[in-house]
Nanobody
Framework: QVQLVESGGGLVQAGGSLRVSCAAS????????MGWYRQAPGKERELVAV???????NYADSVKGRFTISRDNAKNMVYLQMNSLKPEDTAVYYC????????WGKGTLVTVST
């Protein structure tokens, strides 16, 4: 099993920045791709950004140029740096790890005020 714990969410004003982190533990060898997803109130959960163990990344169009995903394989961490935040970025942000299995964290709330 793999456990994922997110941290770093909070309240930020529009235009501000925030970094969320995800710590992975357990059977780390099972992980290949790690990513961030988000779910806003009343909406479906959606992909924000993913990164492979080799460092290849993919972003949702809505966050390209504003968000950066990074990964520290030695520390079993994945980060999402969010800049130029908008109110529509408000959501619960979930960490996901896939490979030999599909694992989710419990999420961290990011609220962007006007």
């Amino acid at each position: 099993q793999v456990q994922l714990v997110e941290s770093g969410g909070g309240l930020v004003q529009a235009g501000g920045s925030l970094r969320v982190s995800c710590a992975a533990s357990g059977s780390i060898y099972r992980i290949d791709v790690m990513g961030w997803y988000r779910q806003a109130p009343g909406k479906e959960r959606e992909l924000v950004a993913v990164i492979t163990s080799g460092g290849r990344t993919n972003y949702a169009d809505s966050v390209k140029g504003r968000f950066t995903i990074s990964r520290d394989n030695a520390k079993n961490m994945v980060y999402l740096q969010m800049n130029s935040l908008k109110p529509e970025d408000t959501a619960v942000y979930y960490c996901r790890a896939t490979g030999y299995g599909d694992y989710w964290g419990k999420g961290t709330l990011v609220t962007v005020s006007t």
